[in-house]
């Protein structure tokens, strides 16, 4: 045998064992990438600079998950913030919610007129928070902010003001009181306001495998409620959708009920949302049924310890804790600081 040979064997060897160790991971994870999440996400914790341009006039966000994630970054030391703009690899525009567009386009126009760095990306390496969304405008300015710039806005967002590739969704703030009696009674929770469509609910209110409630009397008894049942039913476009976290976290399976595919899944280049969720297409009781069925016994165990691994990500803390909301839509910006650096012509 030939030292060539040897060396290819060798190769060929150790691919394999890397192939068969590697490719599939043994442990069900509800990561998109499990093996390297959390390399990357400490890469993030050392490296990642954002510059945060003076707004005009201090402002607050009236959403509690805007404000949070605003105030988190900017009012505490917060080690993501430089003032050397050459060391960062996003820019960050604040402007408050009911800044009207006329004034978010002269915002940017003077971003751009002021200083280098609008120009050399026209906006891709730019974000900013709009809980609704920026829709389109012919205005240029508006055109690259919407574009080019990374959005977050609130999940659910509105239909047309998200751009899948680029944007990213807040999770809504869920509230963290532990339930205490954890004994599944349910099949199926939600709350009158997390379903919109009226024969859904009615159906399912003289349904005695569910429970469709107004208003738990307590905190307490809502995070029991939700304990108790397999899955918490929610209601995407038109229904509150601002209890999956919760959902999650106390292992109930969210089935959610849309009549198209979500595009705005708050984490969804990090979380495998077909593994810990639901998602049922909106055609009547018998259809849900049928999913809910089809999903029980080992598949919604799966599903339900997933969800608790995942949830983590869903908690809103007044200090940021490690791979929490914060530092996990920290985390989605750091996967989009690669932006395409657009090639300026400087003459025709
Ligand atoms: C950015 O480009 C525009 C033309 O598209 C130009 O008017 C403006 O002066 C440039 N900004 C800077 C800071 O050079
Ligand atoms: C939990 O709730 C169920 C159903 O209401 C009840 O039968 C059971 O005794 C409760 N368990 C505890 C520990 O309170």
Not at 30 to 40: G, Q
Not at 189 to 213: G, H, M, Q
Request: glycine share 4%; proline share 7%.
């Amino acid at each position: 045998m030939s030292l060539t040979t040897i060396f290819l064997l060798l190769l060929y060897f150790s691919l394999f064992t890397f192939l068969t160790t590697h490719s599939k991971p043994h442990l069900p994870s509800p990561y998109l990438s499990p093996t390297t999440i959390f390399p990357n996400y400490q890469n993030m914790l050392k490296s990642f600079k954002i510059f945060i341009y003076n707004p005009n006039t201090p402002f607050t966000f009236n959403s509690p998950s805007q404000s949070l994630f605003y105030t988190t970054l900017t009012l505490q030391d917060s080690v993501f913030v430089t003032q050397d703009a050459e060391q960062a690899q996003l820019f960050f525009v604040p402007f408050p919610s009911d800044l009207s567009t006329r004034s978010i386009a002269r915002l940017i126009r003077g971003l751009r007129n002021d200083l280098p760095y609008w120009n050399r990306t026209l906006g891709a390496d730019h974000f900013y928070l709009s809980c609704a969304g920026i829709g389109y405008e012919s205005d240029r300015n508006l055109v690259e902010l919407k574009k080019n710039s990374i959005q977050i806005s609130c999940f659910p967002t509105p239909a047309g003001k998200f751009i899948p590739h680029k944007d990213i969704s807040l999770p809504p703030l869920a509230s963290s009181h532990a339930p205490t009696n954890k004994t599944t009674r349910f099949l199926g929770y939600a709350r009158f306001n997390w379903l919109k469509e009226s024969t859904l609910v009615n159906e399912l209110s003289s349904d005695p495998e569910f429970l469709i409630e107004s208003e738990p009397s307590d905190l307490n008894s809502y995070a029991e409620r939700i304990a108790s049942s397999k899955f918490c039913l929610f209601e995407y476009g038109g229904g509150d959708v601002s209890g999956i976290g919760e959902a999650l976290r106390f292992g109930c399976v969210p089935a959610v009920v849309t009549d198209r595919p979500i595009q705005d899944l708050p984490f969804s280049d990090v979380l495998r949302w077909q593994e810990i969720a639901v998602f049922v297409e909106r055609r009547g009781v018998g259809e849900l049924k049928r999913v809910l069925a089809r999903t029980c016994g080992d598949r919604h165990e799966k599903m339900k310890g997933l969800g608790v691994t995942a949830s983590r990500h869903f908690v809103w803390n007044e200090t940021p804790q490690p791979l929490d909301s914060f530092h996990t839509l920290m985390y989605q910006l750091w996967l989009r600081r690669h932006t395409i650096r657009y090639v300026r012509r400087e003459s025709a």
